[in-house]
Protein backbone atom coordinates (compact mmCIF):
# COMPACT_ATOMS: atom_id res chain seq x y z
CA UNK A 1 0.00 0.00 0.00
CA UNK A 2 1.27 3.12 -1.05
CA UNK A 3 2.36 5.97 1.91
CA UNK A 4 -0.12 8.54 2.85
CA UNK A 5 1.41 11.84 0.62
CA UNK A 6 2.59 14.84 1.54
CA UNK A 7 0.38 17.69 1.58
CA UNK A 8 0.34 20.25 0.35
CA UNK A 9 -0.25 18.69 -3.39
CA UNK A 10 -0.04 21.31 -5.95
CA UNK A 11 -3.24 19.37 -7.32
CA UNK A 12 -5.47 19.83 -4.41
CA UNK A 13 -6.53 23.07 -3.32
CA UNK A 14 -5.92 24.76 0.25
CA UNK A 15 -9.18 24.27 2.44
CA UNK A 16 -10.31 24.75 6.14
CA UNK A 17 -10.69 27.89 7.92
CA UNK A 18 -9.41 31.53 7.47
CA UNK A 19 -5.74 31.99 8.57
CA UNK A 20 -5.01 32.47 12.09
CA UNK A 21 -3.87 36.51 10.67
CA UNK A 22 -6.64 36.65 8.45
CA UNK A 23 -8.86 35.71 11.86
CA UNK A 24 -7.03 38.01 13.93
CA UNK A 25 -7.33 41.04 11.58
CA UNK A 26 -11.04 40.90 10.89
CA UNK A 27 -11.28 40.11 14.47
CA UNK A 28 -10.38 43.20 15.38
CA UNK A 29 -12.26 44.74 12.72
CA UNK A 30 -15.46 43.09 14.12
CA UNK A 31 -14.89 44.01 17.42
CA UNK A 32 -14.22 47.58 16.67
CA UNK A 33 -17.54 47.64 14.96
CA UNK A 34 -19.44 46.49 17.93
CA UNK A 35 -18.12 49.33 20.00
CA UNK A 36 -19.14 51.77 17.55
CA UNK A 37 -22.58 50.14 16.68
CA UNK A 38 -23.21 50.38 20.54
CA UNK A 39 -21.53 53.71 21.27
CA UNK A 40 -23.64 54.96 18.50
CA UNK A 41 -27.09 53.79 18.95
CA UNK A 42 -28.28 56.74 20.78
CA UNK A 43 -27.49 58.92 17.57
CA UNK A 44 -29.97 56.72 15.35
CA UNK A 45 -33.27 55.65 15.32
CA UNK A 46 -34.79 52.97 17.57
CA UNK A 47 -36.33 51.56 14.20
CA UNK A 48 -34.50 52.21 10.58
CA UNK A 49 -37.49 52.90 8.38
CA UNK A 50 -37.62 50.00 6.61
CA UNK A 51 -40.05 48.19 4.60
CA UNK A 52 -41.20 44.66 3.74
CA UNK A 53 -38.55 43.12 1.48
CA UNK A 54 -36.16 46.36 1.21
CA UNK A 55 -33.31 44.32 2.62
CA UNK A 56 -33.47 40.96 0.89
CA UNK A 57 -33.75 43.12 -1.99
CA UNK A 58 -29.72 44.68 -1.52
CA UNK A 59 -28.41 41.10 -1.78
CA UNK A 60 -28.19 38.84 -4.72
CA UNK A 61 -30.63 35.64 -4.62
CA UNK A 62 -28.15 33.24 -5.61
CA UNK A 63 -25.30 32.19 -3.17
CA UNK A 64 -21.67 33.76 -4.78
CA UNK A 65 -19.81 30.84 -6.10
CA UNK A 66 -16.61 31.73 -5.27
CA UNK A 67 -14.90 33.21 -2.19
CA UNK A 68 -15.84 36.87 -1.29
CA UNK A 69 -13.25 38.80 1.05
CA UNK A 70 -14.49 39.19 4.32
CA UNK A 71 -13.71 42.84 4.11
CA UNK A 72 -16.69 42.94 1.36
CA UNK A 73 -18.93 40.90 3.73
CA UNK A 74 -18.24 43.10 7.32
CA UNK A 75 -18.82 46.30 4.49
CA UNK A 76 -22.31 45.14 4.28
CA UNK A 77 -23.34 45.44 7.73
CA UNK A 78 -23.68 48.72 7.38
CA UNK A 79 -24.92 49.10 3.67
CA UNK A 80 -27.59 45.91 4.37
CA UNK A 81 -28.01 44.77 7.74
CA UNK A 82 -27.93 47.98 9.91
CA UNK A 83 -30.82 49.98 7.64
CA UNK A 84 -33.18 47.21 7.96
CA UNK A 85 -32.73 46.61 12.07
CA UNK A 86 -34.99 47.27 15.20
CA UNK A 87 -32.57 48.60 17.59
CA UNK A 88 -33.14 45.73 20.91
CA UNK A 89 -29.79 47.11 22.46
CA UNK A 90 -31.21 50.90 21.83
CA UNK A 91 -31.39 52.84 25.34
CA UNK A 92 -35.04 54.19 23.73
CA UNK A 93 -36.03 50.58 22.75
CA UNK A 94 -39.24 50.28 25.35
CA UNK A 95 -41.21 48.20 23.35
CA UNK A 96 -42.79 44.53 24.59
CA UNK A 97 -40.12 43.40 26.85
CA UNK A 98 -36.96 45.21 26.05
CA UNK A 99 -34.66 42.41 25.98
CA UNK A 100 -31.17 43.39 25.96
CA UNK A 101 -27.31 42.09 25.82
CA UNK A 102 -24.62 43.23 26.70
CA UNK A 103 -20.59 43.50 26.81
CA UNK A 104 -19.57 40.14 28.73
CA UNK A 105 -22.35 38.56 26.89
CA UNK A 106 -21.50 39.44 23.55
CA UNK A 107 -17.55 37.94 24.69
CA UNK A 108 -19.20 34.95 25.48
CA UNK A 109 -21.26 34.39 22.40
CA UNK A 110 -17.98 34.89 20.49
CA UNK A 111 -16.44 32.42 22.49
CA UNK A 112 -18.93 29.76 22.48
CA UNK A 113 -18.84 30.04 18.91
CA UNK A 114 -15.26 29.64 18.92
CA UNK A 115 -15.20 26.64 20.99
CA UNK A 116 -18.64 25.17 19.55
CA UNK A 117 -19.06 22.64 20.98
CA UNK A 118 -22.25 20.20 21.46
CA UNK A 119 -23.00 19.86 25.15
CA UNK A 120 -25.27 16.89 24.11
CA UNK A 121 -23.52 14.91 27.61
CA UNK A 122 -21.20 15.74 29.57
CA UNK A 123 -18.45 13.87 27.42
CA UNK A 124 -19.03 15.71 24.70
CA UNK A 125 -18.46 18.93 26.64
CA UNK A 126 -17.34 18.66 30.08
CA UNK A 127 -16.42 22.24 30.95
CA UNK A 128 -19.64 23.37 29.66
CA UNK A 129 -21.97 20.99 31.20
CA UNK A 130 -20.28 21.93 34.74
CA UNK A 131 -20.41 25.72 34.34
CA UNK A 132 -24.45 25.57 33.60
CA UNK A 133 -24.97 23.65 36.59
CA UNK A 134 -22.69 26.16 37.77
CA UNK A 135 -24.22 29.26 36.74
CA UNK A 136 -28.20 27.85 37.10
CA UNK A 137 -27.26 27.13 40.71
CA UNK A 138 -26.15 30.80 40.90
CA UNK A 139 -29.29 32.61 39.42
CA UNK A 140 -31.01 29.87 41.57
CA UNK A 141 -29.37 31.84 44.61
CA UNK A 142 -30.18 35.22 43.45
CA UNK A 143 -33.58 34.67 42.59
CA UNK A 144 -33.31 32.83 46.48
CA UNK A 145 -35.32 29.18 45.31
CA UNK A 146 -34.88 27.01 47.44
CA UNK A 147 -31.63 24.43 46.99
CA UNK A 148 -33.69 21.75 46.52
CA UNK A 149 -34.44 23.43 42.55
CA UNK A 150 -32.12 22.19 39.88
CA UNK A 151 -31.84 24.22 36.69
CA UNK A 152 -31.59 23.57 32.90
CA UNK A 153 -30.21 26.05 30.36
CA UNK A 154 -33.37 25.90 27.09
CA UNK A 155 -33.40 28.90 24.26
CA UNK A 156 -36.54 30.13 25.47
CA UNK A 157 -39.30 29.63 28.01
CA UNK A 158 -41.56 28.49 24.95
CA UNK A 159 -39.36 25.36 24.77
CA UNK A 160 -39.20 25.16 28.82
CA UNK A 161 -42.86 25.38 29.23
CA UNK A 162 -43.27 22.42 26.80
CA UNK A 163 -40.85 20.50 28.95
CA UNK A 164 -42.67 21.70 31.98
CA UNK A 165 -46.06 20.54 31.30
CA UNK A 166 -44.30 17.13 29.67
CA UNK A 167 -42.96 16.64 33.16
CA UNK A 168 -46.55 17.66 34.27
CA UNK A 169 -47.93 14.94 32.05
CA UNK A 170 -45.33 12.43 32.79
CA UNK A 171 -45.79 12.88 36.47
CA UNK A 172 -49.84 12.47 36.00
CA UNK A 173 -48.92 8.92 35.75
CA UNK A 174 -50.73 8.51 32.50
CA UNK A 175 -48.48 6.79 30.65
CA UNK A 176 -48.37 8.62 27.66
CA UNK A 177 -44.68 8.33 27.27
CA UNK A 178 -45.28 4.45 26.50
CA UNK A 179 -48.56 4.34 25.00
CA UNK A 180 -49.05 8.11 23.74
CA UNK A 181 -52.60 9.26 23.65
CA UNK A 182 -54.19 8.43 20.07
CA UNK A 183 -56.63 5.27 20.07
CA UNK A 184 -56.45 5.28 23.85
CA UNK A 185 -60.48 4.84 25.17
CA UNK A 186 -59.02 4.41 28.53
CA UNK A 187 -58.13 8.17 28.92
CA UNK A 188 -59.70 11.03 29.62
CA UNK A 189 -59.28 14.26 28.85
CA UNK A 190 -56.06 15.75 30.56
CA UNK A 191 -56.85 19.52 31.64
CA UNK A 192 -54.13 22.21 32.23
CA UNK A 193 -55.34 25.83 33.64
CA UNK A 194 -53.73 28.91 33.43
CA UNK A 195 -54.92 32.52 34.00
CA UNK A 196 -56.48 34.01 31.01
CA UNK A 197 -53.28 36.48 30.99
CA UNK A 198 -51.22 34.07 30.71
CA UNK A 199 -48.37 33.59 27.84
CA UNK A 200 -49.30 32.01 23.97
CA UNK A 201 -46.54 29.88 24.60
CA UNK A 202 -49.21 28.12 27.13
CA UNK A 203 -51.34 27.29 24.58
CA UNK A 204 -48.44 26.23 22.36
CA UNK A 205 -47.07 23.76 24.96
CA UNK A 206 -51.12 22.24 25.25
CA UNK A 207 -50.90 21.56 21.50
CA UNK A 208 -47.76 20.43 21.08
CA UNK A 209 -48.54 17.83 23.73
CA UNK A 210 -51.96 16.76 23.25
CA UNK A 211 -53.69 18.23 26.08
CA UNK A 212 -55.23 20.22 22.69
CA UNK A 213 -56.47 23.91 23.13
CA UNK A 214 -59.62 22.43 24.34
CA UNK A 215 -57.59 20.93 27.18
CA UNK A 216 -55.94 23.97 28.47
CA UNK A 217 -59.26 26.05 30.82
CA UNK A 218 -58.82 30.09 31.14
CA UNK A 219 -59.17 30.73 34.50
CA UNK A 220 -60.52 34.07 35.45
CA UNK A 221 -58.18 37.18 36.66
CA UNK A 222 -59.13 39.40 39.68
CA UNK A 223 -58.68 43.52 38.93
CA UNK A 224 -55.73 43.65 39.01
CA UNK A 225 -55.42 40.80 36.22
CA UNK A 226 -54.17 38.25 38.88
CA UNK A 227 -55.38 33.81 38.70
CA UNK A 228 -58.29 33.61 40.69
CA UNK A 229 -57.58 30.72 42.86
CA UNK A 230 -61.02 30.06 43.55
CA UNK A 231 -61.69 29.62 40.02
CA UNK A 232 -59.11 27.69 39.71
CA UNK A 233 -60.23 25.19 42.96
CA UNK A 234 -63.95 25.15 40.88
CA UNK A 235 -62.48 24.26 37.65
CA UNK A 236 -60.20 21.43 38.71
CA UNK A 237 -63.83 20.31 40.83
CA UNK A 238 -65.80 20.56 37.63
CA UNK A 239 -63.11 18.63 35.56
CA UNK A 240 -62.93 16.10 38.17
CA UNK A 241 -66.56 15.58 38.40
CA UNK A 242 -67.27 15.49 34.77
CA UNK A 243 -64.37 12.72 34.34
CA UNK A 244 -61.36 14.77 32.78
CA UNK A 245 -57.96 14.36 34.71
CA UNK A 246 -56.23 17.76 35.80
CA UNK A 247 -52.58 17.46 34.99
CA UNK A 248 -51.25 21.10 35.38
CA UNK A 249 -51.62 24.32 36.86
CA UNK A 250 -49.67 27.45 35.32
CA UNK A 251 -48.58 29.94 37.03
CA UNK A 252 -47.61 33.68 36.04
CA UNK A 253 -45.39 35.63 37.26
CA UNK A 254 -45.28 38.82 35.29
CA UNK A 255 -47.59 38.24 32.48
CA UNK A 256 -47.23 39.67 29.08
CA UNK A 257 -49.99 42.37 28.55
CA UNK A 258 -49.76 43.76 32.40
CA UNK A 259 -47.02 42.11 34.23
CA UNK A 260 -49.14 40.97 36.84
CA UNK A 261 -48.19 38.47 39.29
CA UNK A 262 -50.43 35.42 39.89
CA UNK A 263 -50.60 34.41 43.74
CA UNK A 264 -48.99 31.63 43.90
CA UNK A 265 -48.93 31.01 47.50
CA UNK A 266 -52.27 30.37 47.15
CA UNK A 267 -52.29 28.13 43.92
CA UNK A 268 -49.56 26.37 45.61
CA UNK A 269 -51.78 24.70 48.31
CA UNK A 270 -54.60 23.95 45.45
CA UNK A 271 -52.17 22.00 43.82
CA UNK A 272 -50.81 20.15 46.66
CA UNK A 273 -54.12 19.29 47.76
CA UNK A 274 -55.01 18.00 44.35
CA UNK A 275 -52.03 16.18 43.27
CA UNK A 276 -51.57 18.28 40.30
CA UNK A 277 -47.99 19.71 39.36
CA UNK A 278 -47.92 23.18 39.14
CA UNK A 279 -45.39 25.30 36.95
CA UNK A 280 -44.39 28.64 37.17
CA UNK A 281 -44.15 30.82 33.98
CA UNK A 282 -41.69 34.00 35.58
CA UNK A 283 -39.92 34.55 32.04
CA UNK A 284 -40.02 37.74 32.26
CA UNK A 285 -40.97 38.53 35.91
CA UNK A 286 -38.35 36.36 37.99
CA UNK A 287 -35.28 38.76 37.12
CA UNK A 288 -36.63 41.11 39.99
CA UNK A 289 -36.47 38.82 42.14
CA UNK A 290 -32.36 39.37 41.92
CA UNK A 291 -33.32 42.39 44.00
CA UNK A 292 -33.31 41.49 47.98
CA UNK A 293 -36.16 43.80 48.61
CA UNK A 294 -38.31 42.46 45.77
CA UNK A 295 -37.86 38.42 46.57
CA UNK A 296 -41.47 38.28 47.15
CA UNK A 297 -42.58 38.08 43.44
CA UNK A 298 -41.52 34.73 43.88
CA UNK A 299 -43.28 34.40 46.72
CA UNK A 300 -44.67 30.49 46.96
CA UNK A 301 -42.68 29.75 44.21
CA UNK A 302 -40.72 27.36 46.43
CA UNK A 303 -43.79 25.23 46.42
CA UNK A 304 -43.73 24.84 42.69
CA UNK A 305 -42.69 21.97 40.56
CA UNK A 306 -41.38 23.71 37.81
CA UNK A 307 -40.09 27.68 37.31
CA UNK A 308 -38.80 29.48 34.61
CA UNK A 309 -36.62 32.49 34.74
CA UNK A 310 -35.23 33.85 31.42
CA UNK A 311 -31.49 36.03 32.18
CA UNK A 312 -31.93 37.11 28.63
CA UNK A 313 -35.23 39.09 29.16
CA UNK A 314 -34.15 41.14 31.98
CA UNK A 315 -30.48 39.94 32.93
CA UNK A 316 -28.77 41.32 30.52
CA UNK A 317 -27.31 37.69 28.95
CA UNK A 318 -27.55 38.05 25.10
CA UNK A 319 -30.69 36.30 23.42
CA UNK A 320 -31.50 33.20 23.63
CA UNK A 321 -30.93 31.98 27.36
CA UNK A 322 -34.45 30.60 29.40
CA UNK A 323 -33.75 28.36 32.34
CA UNK A 324 -35.86 25.65 33.65
CA UNK A 325 -36.02 25.09 37.32
CA UNK A 326 -37.52 21.72 38.95
CA UNK A 327 -37.45 20.18 42.33
CA UNK A 328 -38.38 16.68 40.78
CA UNK A 329 -36.15 16.40 37.34
CA UNK A 330 -36.16 12.92 37.98
CA UNK A 331 -39.75 13.10 36.71
CA UNK A 332 -38.31 15.20 33.48
CA UNK A 333 -35.47 12.94 32.91
CA UNK A 334 -38.46 10.11 33.28
CA UNK A 335 -40.20 11.70 30.56
CA UNK A 336 -36.99 12.53 27.86
CA UNK A 337 -34.56 10.43 28.76
CA UNK A 338 -33.78 8.57 26.03
CA UNK A 339 -29.66 7.17 25.15
CA UNK A 340 -28.92 5.53 22.00
CA UNK A 341 -26.10 3.54 21.96
CA UNK A 342 -23.34 5.74 20.18
CA UNK A 343 -24.09 8.47 23.20
CA UNK A 344 -23.43 5.69 25.62
CA UNK A 345 -20.78 6.76 28.59
CA UNK A 346 -19.42 4.20 30.92
CA UNK A 347 -19.19 6.44 33.72
CA UNK A 348 -23.40 5.67 33.74
CA UNK A 349 -24.53 7.36 36.02
CA UNK A 350 -21.80 9.44 37.78
CA UNK A 351 -22.20 12.04 35.01
CA UNK A 352 -25.45 14.29 34.05
CA UNK A 353 -25.75 14.38 30.29
CA UNK A 354 -28.19 17.15 30.08
CA UNK A 355 -29.95 15.43 26.64
CA UNK A 356 -31.43 13.74 29.38
CA UNK A 357 -33.85 16.30 30.18
CA UNK A 358 -35.62 17.25 26.87
CA UNK A 359 -36.70 16.96 23.66
CA UNK A 360 -33.47 18.39 21.73
CA UNK A 361 -30.11 16.25 21.32
CA UNK A 362 -28.04 18.98 20.36
CA UNK A 363 -27.01 22.22 22.59
CA UNK A 364 -24.87 25.12 22.16
CA UNK A 365 -22.93 26.14 24.97
CA UNK A 366 -25.39 29.14 26.13
CA UNK A 367 -24.52 28.96 29.88
CA UNK A 368 -20.81 30.91 29.36
CA UNK A 369 -22.94 34.16 28.65
CA UNK A 370 -25.03 33.14 31.49
CA UNK A 371 -21.38 32.66 34.28
CA UNK A 372 -19.64 35.96 32.45
CA UNK A 373 -22.38 38.30 32.69
CA UNK A 374 -23.37 37.53 36.18
CA UNK A 375 -19.57 37.64 37.06
CA UNK A 376 -19.00 40.90 35.22
CA UNK A 377 -22.22 42.64 36.79
CA UNK A 378 -21.70 40.40 40.34
CA UNK A 379 -25.25 39.93 42.11
CA UNK A 380 -25.45 43.15 43.46
CA UNK A 381 -24.48 45.31 40.20
CA UNK A 382 -27.26 43.25 38.43
CA UNK A 383 -29.51 43.85 41.63
CA UNK A 384 -29.00 47.84 41.05
CA UNK A 385 -29.66 47.73 37.20
CA UNK A 386 -33.10 45.97 37.83
CA UNK A 387 -34.16 47.95 40.86
CA UNK A 388 -33.26 51.26 38.81
CA UNK A 389 -35.92 49.60 36.28
CA UNK A 390 -38.30 49.09 38.72
CA UNK A 391 -37.43 52.72 40.22
CA UNK A 392 -38.13 54.54 36.83
CA UNK A 393 -41.14 52.53 35.81
CA UNK A 394 -42.43 53.64 39.28
CA UNK A 395 -42.00 57.00 38.39
CA UNK A 396 -43.35 56.92 35.08
CA UNK A 397 -46.53 55.88 36.54
CA UNK A 398 -46.80 58.16 39.16
CA UNK A 399 -46.06 60.77 36.39
CA UNK A 400 -49.33 59.30 33.73
CA UNK A 401 -51.66 59.29 37.32
CA UNK A 402 -51.00 62.75 37.97
CA UNK A 403 -51.90 63.97 34.55
CA UNK A 404 -55.52 64.57 33.73
CA UNK A 405 -54.91 63.52 29.95
CA UNK A 406 -53.39 60.19 30.89
CA UNK A 407 -54.61 57.28 32.73
CA UNK A 408 -52.96 53.84 33.65
CA UNK A 409 -55.13 50.58 32.78
CA UNK A 410 -53.57 48.11 34.89
CA UNK A 411 -51.71 48.35 37.83
CA UNK A 412 -47.43 48.52 37.43
CA UNK A 413 -45.82 45.68 39.96
CA UNK A 414 -42.81 45.18 38.06
CA UNK A 415 -41.27 47.58 35.10
CA UNK A 416 -44.05 48.07 32.11
CA UNK A 417 -46.52 51.13 32.42
CA UNK A 418 -49.69 50.48 30.38
CA UNK A 419 -51.76 53.43 30.05
CA UNK A 420 -53.98 55.54 27.31
CA UNK A 421 -54.59 58.94 26.44
CA UNK A 422 -57.99 59.76 28.04
CA UNK A 423 -58.88 63.17 26.31
CA UNK A 424 -62.22 64.63 27.87
CA UNK A 425 -64.06 65.11 24.80
CA UNK A 426 -64.07 61.15 24.13
CA UNK A 427 -64.58 60.13 27.52
CA UNK A 428 -66.57 57.05 27.53
CA UNK A 429 -66.44 56.32 23.78
CA UNK A 430 -64.34 53.16 24.12
CA UNK A 431 -64.28 52.39 20.49
CA UNK A 432 -63.21 56.40 19.74
CA UNK A 433 -60.65 55.97 22.81
CA UNK A 434 -59.13 52.71 21.23
CA UNK A 435 -58.77 54.60 17.40
CA UNK A 436 -57.54 57.86 19.22
CA UNK A 437 -54.86 55.71 21.49
CA UNK A 438 -53.79 53.51 18.48
CA UNK A 439 -53.60 56.75 16.45
CA UNK A 440 -51.34 57.93 19.54
CA UNK A 441 -48.68 55.20 19.17
CA UNK A 442 -48.35 55.52 15.58
CA UNK A 443 -47.66 58.92 16.00
CA UNK A 444 -45.46 58.52 18.61
CA UNK A 445 -42.93 55.42 17.08
CA UNK A 446 -43.39 57.36 13.67
CA UNK A 447 -39.63 59.30 13.85
CA UNK A 448 -37.97 56.38 15.34
CA UNK A 449 -36.97 58.47 18.26
CA UNK A 450 -38.76 55.77 20.84
CA UNK A 451 -40.57 52.41 20.13
CA UNK A 452 -43.28 51.57 22.14
CA UNK A 453 -45.75 48.86 21.43
CA UNK A 454 -49.19 48.00 22.60
CA UNK A 455 -51.65 45.58 24.02
CA UNK A 456 -55.34 45.48 24.79
CA UNK A 457 -56.81 44.94 28.19
CA UNK A 458 -60.38 44.35 28.52
CA UNK A 459 -61.11 45.58 25.37
CA UNK A 460 -59.02 48.76 26.07
CA UNK A 461 -55.80 49.65 23.61
CA UNK A 462 -53.07 50.14 25.79
CA UNK A 463 -49.90 51.73 25.06
CA UNK A 464 -47.01 49.95 26.68
CA UNK A 465 -43.52 51.25 28.09
CA UNK A 466 -41.42 48.60 28.88
CA UNK A 467 -38.30 49.97 30.85
CA UNK A 468 -36.10 46.97 31.08
CA UNK A 469 -33.33 47.28 28.75
CA UNK A 470 -29.68 47.34 29.77
CA UNK A 471 -28.76 51.18 28.56
CA UNK A 472 -32.51 52.73 29.37
CA UNK A 473 -31.96 55.16 32.22
CA UNK A 474 -33.49 57.78 33.89
CA UNK A 475 -33.45 60.99 31.02
CA UNK A 476 -34.03 58.16 28.02
CA UNK A 477 -38.04 57.58 30.40
CA UNK A 478 -38.27 61.54 31.38
CA UNK A 479 -37.86 61.97 27.22
CA UNK A 480 -40.04 59.38 26.64
CA UNK A 481 -43.08 60.38 28.47
CA UNK A 482 -42.23 64.19 27.21
CA UNK A 483 -42.50 62.72 23.87
CA UNK A 484 -45.81 60.77 24.55
CA UNK A 485 -47.04 64.36 26.29
CA UNK A 486 -45.56 66.52 23.22
CA UNK A 487 -47.12 64.22 20.66
CA UNK A 488 -50.93 63.64 22.28
CA UNK A 489 -50.95 67.57 22.23
CA UNK A 490 -49.82 67.66 18.39
CA UNK A 491 -52.46 64.59 17.25
CA UNK A 492 -55.33 66.30 19.37
CA UNK A 493 -55.22 69.49 17.14
N1 LIG B 1 -43.68 33.78 29.00
C1 LIG B 1 -43.91 35.11 29.06
C2 LIG B 1 -44.58 35.66 30.29
C3 LIG B 1 -43.54 35.92 28.00
O1 LIG B 1 -43.80 37.23 28.05
C4 LIG B 1 -42.89 35.36 26.88
C5 LIG B 1 -42.45 36.20 25.77
O2 LIG B 1 -42.49 37.40 25.81
C6 LIG B 1 -42.67 33.98 26.86
C7 LIG B 1 -43.09 33.22 27.93
C8 LIG B 1 -42.00 33.31 25.70
O3 LIG B 1 -40.65 33.54 25.83
P1 LIG B 1 -39.54 32.97 24.82
O4 LIG B 1 -39.43 33.99 23.74
O5 LIG B 1 -38.31 32.87 25.67
O6 LIG B 1 -39.99 31.65 24.31
Not at 69 to 92: F, K, N, S, Y
Request: hydrophobic content about 45%.
Amino acid sequence: MAEPRETPEPDRPELGDLDPEAFRLHGHRVIDWIADYLEGLEDRPVREPTEPGETAAKVPDRPPADPEPMEAILDDLDRVVVPGMTHWAHPRFLAWFASSGSAPGVFAEALSAAFNVNGMTWLAAPAANELEEVAVDWLRQMVGLPEVFWGIVNEGASLNSVLGLAAAREAAGVEVRERGLAGREDLPRLVVYASEHAHSSIDKAAITLGFGTEGLRKIPVDDAFRMIPDALEEAIAEDKSAGRIPVCAVGTVGTTSTTSIDPIEEIAPICEREGIWLHVDAAYGGAAAVVPERRDVLAGCEQADSVIVNPHKWLFVPIDLSVLFTRRPGVLRHAFSLVPEYLRDARGETVENRMDYGITLGRRFRALKLWFVIRAFGAAGLADRVRDHLDLAGELAGWIDAHPRFERLAPTPLSVVCFRAVPPELEGDRAALNDYNERLLEAIDADGEFFLTHTRIEGRFAIRVAVNGLRTRAPHVREAWRAIRETERGIAG
